[in-house]
């Protein structure tokens, strides 16, 4: 017999994950009792939630959690958050008739050219794990629902799709606060090279005036190189503090007296179309941000309909060739909301003059000019960021020193940051839509309620399950939640 509404289960996700932590609170405040089952310390996972934990594992021995977890869950409904578990849940509800939800972050296919590991083994690791996320993605689209984190993330048709965007919870923020005296950069999230890590480091060592706090895991890959770059550097060891893992509520209390967010990610076809949901929290928090030049993370950075900017876009590192449209500068350098130069203008273009000067010089790199490369060996090599980085680095080290000299022209653009994000405009909450279709698995639509496709693109099919009992008088608080609107505030 059941003892939970919903287990989630995952053999890949930390229960400190922050989209983990949202999809509980949407169905906690519905009235669900909710089952967690994950890696990490059972104090990091969501509130309300009964949370058991593993220690992580890599390989066979992740299938095999996966099946073990998939085996002991007591919930009604299965909800999966990685392509391991996915495929563990499936089974387990083809036995025993419960319904399966799939929660799919990621275009993990597309993520897969991020990993260094797949080329292990003659490339087998990669192909193997291609097999398997597709295979995943063959049961996302038959489960009973399939929730997405963007419109382009596979499957893109399913039974029943809807789009659960990685939105600040305003729940877990604080509210947006002044700046410190002490020039402070923030960073959240998953911590490697690709996501910035290295271009981080060499901005900090060029922007003396600035400290950098960084809150996230450090890939394996990169811990021996970082260990390097702070062995070799003491300034910047000095300046520079990583918090490690941390539960969402936790991680973003360190945006209190921040002056800036940092998302520097590389160009990479997982990247190149995503909008990291740390962009809307640091704007929230109101923090302006410096971001590479990725679309849609940009154009929210640029501002639309006459809004100022709230924060600066860089080119990305392997961008050395073309100039922007509007007098913007290449490889690397800053771009307001206008395409234009921004900050103080001797100091970035002395800056980009050098970072010119080092894209002229041959030498081996690997793809996209991302990291340097052994010219012997045609490894990486530790502790040494790539071109890109360096160049990504020192156009962001040029402007925090002059917001640094200048820090009004800075801070003006907190206010904007806020009117940027879900505090400065009404806004439908996309979490209490998939909480809303996860309850009708339980206990058939209610055809008084919003319909769930309000949440996004939604393919039906088949026939609603039978209905429970006794969960439809536990969501007396869901229609208010699901009619509110996020309040407006400032910085």
């Not at 998302?263 to 990479?268: A, G, R, S």
Request: charged residues 25%; proline residues 7%; aromatic residues 4%.
């Amino acid at each position: 017999m059941s003892s939970f509404d919903v287990t989630i289960l995952t053999s890949g996700h930390d229960v400190a994950d922050a989209r983990l932590h949202r999809e509980v609170a949407a169905l906690v405040a519905a009235g669900m009792s909710v089952e967690v089952l994950g890696l990490g310390r059972v104090q990091d996972g969501p509130p309300g939630a009964t949370v058991r934990t593993w220690p992580r594992g890599g390989g066979i021995r992740r299938a095999g959690l996966a099946a073990r977890m998939a085996a002991t869950a007591g919930g009604r409904v299965l909800m999966s958050l990685d392509p391991d578990s996915a495929l563990a849940a499936h089974s387990a509800v083809l036995a025993s008739g419960r319904e399966l939800v799939v929660d799919v972050h990621e275009d993990y296919e597309a993520l897969l050219s991020d990993r260094p590991w797949t080329a292990s083994l003659g490339g087998l690791a990669g192909r193997a794990s291609r097999e398997l996320v597709r295979a995943s993605q063959r049961i996302a689209a038959r489960a009973a629902l399939t929730v997405v984190a963007d419109d382009h993330v596979p499957p893109l048709r399913a039974r029943r799709r809807i789009i659960l965007p990685n939105e600040p919870d305003l729940g877990m923020l604080p509210e947006p606060s002044p700046p410190g005296p002490v020039p402070r950069a923030l960073y959240v999230g998953d911590v490697r090279t690709s996501r910035g890590l290295f271009a981080m480091l060499v901005a900090l060592r060029q922007a003396p005036s600035w400290r950098l706090d960084v809150v996230g895991p450090v890939a394996p890959a990169d811990q021996e190189g970082l260990e390097e770059f702070l062995a070799a550097d003491p300034d910047v060891a000095s300046r520079v503090t990583f918090h490690g893992r941390k539960p969402p509520t936790a991680s973003w209390e360190l945006a209190r007296g921040a002056w800036v967010g940092l998302l520097l990610l590389h160009d990479t076809p997982a990247f190149r179309e995503a909008l990291p949901s740390k962009v809307g929290e640091y704007l929230a928090c109101g923090l302006p941000v410096v971001t590479t030049d990725l679309p849609r993370q940009a154009a929210l950075v640029r501002g639309v309909s006459g809004r100022g900017a709230a924060g600066v876009v860089v080119g990305v590192g392997d961008d050395v060739s073309d100039t922007p449209a509007g007098g913007g500068v290449a490889g690397g350098g800053v771009r307001d909301a206008r395409g234009t130069g921004a900050g103080d203008g001797a100091t970035i273009a002395a800056s980009i003059r050098g970072v010119s000067a080092d894209a002229a010089t041959d030498g081996p790199t690997d793809r996209g000019g991302i990291g340097a490369v052994d010219a012997e060996g045609g490894e990486p090599a530790r502790g040494v960021p790539g071109r890109g980085d360096e160049r990504v680095g020192t156009a962001v080290a040029a402007q925090l020193e002059a917001w640094a000299r200048d820090p009004d022209s800075l801070h003006r653009m907190r206010r904007i940051a806020v009117a940027a994000s879900v505090r400065g405009r009404a806004h439908d909450d996309p979490y209490a839509h998939f909480a809303r279709a996860v309850a009708d698995l339980l206990t058939g639509p209610d055809p008084d309620s919003p319909d769930v496709s309000d949440a996004g693109d939604a393919h039906e099919a088949g026939t609603a399950p039978e209905a429970g009992t006794g969960l439809r008088a536990r969501l007396g608080g869901l229609g208010a939640r699901l009619s509110r609107r996020r309040p407006t505030g400032e910085a």
